[in-house]
């Protein structure tokens, strides 16, 4: 197998999906109103970058390697959307709003 071949394309395809994602998520929604009705297909086609790019990686890596291809192929498919996924997951916690406080602090005491 052809190892530095199916971990780059896969670390390539997550970041070019995932980043894409991000991207178009961020430009093709109004920063007022993200959760006003009609704007979830836009959101919907979003998520077409990762696949595009998944798809993408693996035609190359099925290209460009002389056995074995439908595996690499399957392997770098299976990779790059792992890693696409986690790195939206990340991103969606650490670009997440903050919790509110759970408990309020007691009023000040006043003598």
Not at 20 to 41: D, E, F, Q
Not at 47 to 62: D, E, Q, R
Not at 100 to 110: I, R, V
Request: one cysteine or more; proline letters at 7%.
């Amino acid at each position: 197998m052809r190892w530095k071949l199916l971990i780059a394309a896969s670390l390539l395809a997550a970041a070019a999906g995932a980043g894409s994602c991000y991207a178009a998520a961020r430009l093709l929604t109004p920063a007022a109103g993200r959760s006003a009705p009609g704007w979830g297909w836009a959101l919907a086609l979003t998520l077409l970058a990762p696949l595009g790019a998944n798809a993408y990686a693996a035609v190359f890596v099925y290209r460009h390697t002389a056995r074995r291809r439908v595996l690499q192929a399957a392997a770098t498919a299976l990779l790059a959307s792992l890693l696409a996924l986690t790195a939206l997951t990340l991103g969606s916690i650490l670009m997440g709003r903050p919790e509110p406080e759970l408990f309020t602090p007691p009023p000040a005491k006043t003598t």
